[in-house]
């Protein structure tokens, strides 16, 4: 069964530290993972996308990292600002099957809080 | 703005009711996607459109539960028969390849 596994569950920093944030999937064969932020009551923002060769993308305050072998990526938000508490979900899409499934596969999430 | 619309943003109503949802994908996206997330989980896949052909669906899509894409843009889901089960927030979203791009949702609440 494919599963992605997000951790902690939550997490609380202070305004300007840094924060990492872990991702393990089993889902198999693997085309890309992705990293969303999505704000309460809001639909999902896409931060990263990688496919299996990447190790790592960033988009200005967040790097992503990717172990394929292992099967884990992490999300580093450095300098954290207020605006980051939201939460973080790790999605991974399975490689394309030709039956047209783009299925993902969705974390719970982890749930950042970012304090002054 | 040009992104993934949907519509109602909120929508509460009793037990027993018919509930319909639309779903405005970014223009010339033709892969469109429904998504159901409770609170404190990650979205879960409903269904897929690509263009106005359904694809593929999820086996949480009870036969209480109806998808359309009738032109290839917007999209409706139905739910029939609301159950208390079915509160939850219903995610948009759309794409051309990878990169899906959600709609704000829509929160159902069943009393």
């Known amino acids: 069964k494919n599963q992605v596994e997000q951790s902690p569950q939550s997490l609380i920093i202070l305004e300007g530290k840094n924060c990492t944030l872990q991702?393990?999937?089993?889902?198999?064969?693997?085309?890309?993972l992705r990293w969303y932020k999505q704000d309460t009551g809001r639909g999902p923002v896409s931060l990263t996308i990688?496919?299996?060769?990447?190790n790592t993308k960033s988009n200005g305050r967040y790097t992503a990292t990717l172990d394929a072998d292992t099967k884990q990526s992490s999300l580093h938000i450095t300098a954290s600002q207020l605006s980051d508490s939201a939460s973080y979900i790790c999605?991974?899409?399975?490689?394309?099957?030709?039956?047209?499934?783009?299925?993902?596969?969705f974390g719970k999430g982890t749930k950042l809080s970012v304090i002054p | 703005d040009t992104g993934v619309s949907q519509d109602p943003r909120h929508k509460i109503t009793k037990r027993g009711q018919n509930v319909t949802f639309r779903c405005d994908p970014i223009?010339?996206?033709?892969?469109l996607y429904w998504y159901r997330q409770t609170l404190g989980q990650g979205p879960e896949f409903l269904t897929y459109?690509?263009?106005?052909?359904?694809?593929?669906k999820s086996r949480l899509l009870s036969d209480r539960f109806s998808a359309e894409r009738p032109k290839g843009s917007f999209s409706t889901l139905e739910i029939q028969r609301t159950e208390q089960g079915d509160s939850a927030m219903y995610l948009c979203?759309?794409?051309?390849?990878?990169?899906?791009?959600f709609g704000p949702g829509t929160r159902l609440t069943v009393t």
């Open positions: 979203a759309s794409s051309v390849k990878y990169e899906q791009y």
């Open positions: 999605v991974v899409s399975p490689a394309y099957s030709g039956a047209g499934s783009y299925q993902l596969t």
């Open positions: 459109f690509q263009n106005e052909a359904q694809l593929e």
């Open positions: 991702c393990n999937y089993t889902v198999s064969p693997f085309s890309n």
């Open positions: 223009s010339e996206h033709n892969r």
């Open positions: 990688m496919t299996f060769s990447e």
